[in-house]
């Protein structure tokens, strides 16, 4: 069962959302993001995504599927967090 942040306390006053602290960007021009139609694109921001945000909350704004299509362009976003990553994909893919 997921438990994902409440969307109150999801975003700060300005309207961006605590995973991307680093960058001055609100959570709807963050989604536009995401729906982008470059690939390379829509994987750096799902990468930092995975990287920055509470795991529970990726599945906020990706599916497994769009996380699994994704995946060959992802790996090189996710940093520390690629074994996570890679480990959880394997279990939600054997249940």
């Keep these: 069962m997921l438990n994902p942040t409440h969307p109150d306390k999801l975003v700060d006053a300005q309207g961006r959302p605590y ?16 729906e982008n139609s470059e690939i ?6 799902a990468g930092k995504l995975m990287r920055q945000a509470k795991p529970d909350d990726v ?3 990706l599916s497994l599927s769009e996380i699994s ?3 060959p362009h992802l790996q090189p976003y996710l940093g520390q ?8 994909l394997v279990q939600w893919k054997a249940v």
């Design 19 to 34: 995973f991307l602290w680093d960058v001055n960007l609100n959570l709807d021009s963050f989604k536009q993001l995401l």
């Design 59 to 61: 599945f906020t704004f």
């Design 69 to 71: 299509s994704l995946w």
């Design 81 to 88: 967090t690629r074994q996570f990553w890679s480990w959880l």
């Design 40 to 45: 390379d694109v829509r994987a750096y921001w």
